[in-house]
T-cell receptor
């Protein structure tokens, strides 16, 4: 079983739609959680950290459910520029050398 | 401009022919690492380095070597490449080790094909 699992998609949504991605992780001792964005053939870039209380950054909302070992990312009012692959990332010990990456969920926003 | 650079960006080679992928950062970062990305598997760490002359294995180190003789450079060496090392490789660097305060910045990637 993979340590971090994501629905690979693709998710094809119209502009303006709300879309949600889910991610589950297997190590209950995991401490830190993130969402990264990766454009086609480009490097991953940090989108946002995920805090226990949930957090929002503009149109993006991240939630963490430790009991279910589940992380989510909600994108409201989707833009064409949101088209990318979204990577769920979990760190066991809070260190850069123990990060575990999901395989990613691909999103295409269409006009 | 603050950045992580990798060279080459694309490489097609044959089994057994030694190659080196260079990685350089201009941010005076102490921590550097190498990942490979394969379809359906996500990024997996190959090696990392906490500082000059300090390197350690990640999750998939077999078939790879690294060195950290200078702070800015962290080359990845494939002594005898094999087809199962065909992958997309990313170098990353961060100021330190803590995930919340020391964001990793990734290089643009090197797409390697071993025939």
């Amino acid at each position: 079983r993979k340590e971090v699992e994501q629905d690979p998609g693709p998710f094809n949504v119209p502009e303006g739609a709300t879309v949600a991605f889910n991610c589950t992780y297997s190590n209950s001792a995991s401490q830190s959680f993130f969402w990264y964005r990766q454009d086609c053939r480009k490097e991953p870039k940090l989108l946002m950290s995920v805090y226990s209380s949930g957090n929002e950054d503009g149109r993006f909302t991240a939630q963490l459910n430790r009991a279910s070992q589940y992380i989510s990312l909600l994108i409201r009012d989707s833009k064409l520029s949101d088209s990318a692959t979204y990577l769920c990332v979990v760190s066991h010990g809070g260190n850069n050398n123990d990060m575990r990456f999901g395989a990613g969920t691909r999103l295409t926003v269409k006009p | 401009e603050a950045q992580v650079t990798q060279n080459p960006r694309y490489l097609i080679t044959v089994t057994g022919k030694k190659l080196t992928v260079t990685c350089s950062q201009n941010m005076n970062h102490e921590y550097m690492s190498w990942y490979r990305q394969d379809p359906g598997l996500g990024l997996r760490q190959i090696y990392y380095s906490m500082n000059v002359e300090v390197t350690d294995k990640g999750d998939v180190p077999e078939g790879y070597k690294v060195s950290r003789k200078e702070k800015r450079n962290f080359p990845l060496i494939l002594e005898s490449p094999s087809p199962n090392q065909t992958s997309l490789y990313f170098c990353a660097s961060s100021l330190g080790l803590a995930v919340f305060t020391d964001t990793q910045y990734f290089g643009p990637g090197t797409r390697l094909t071993v025939l």
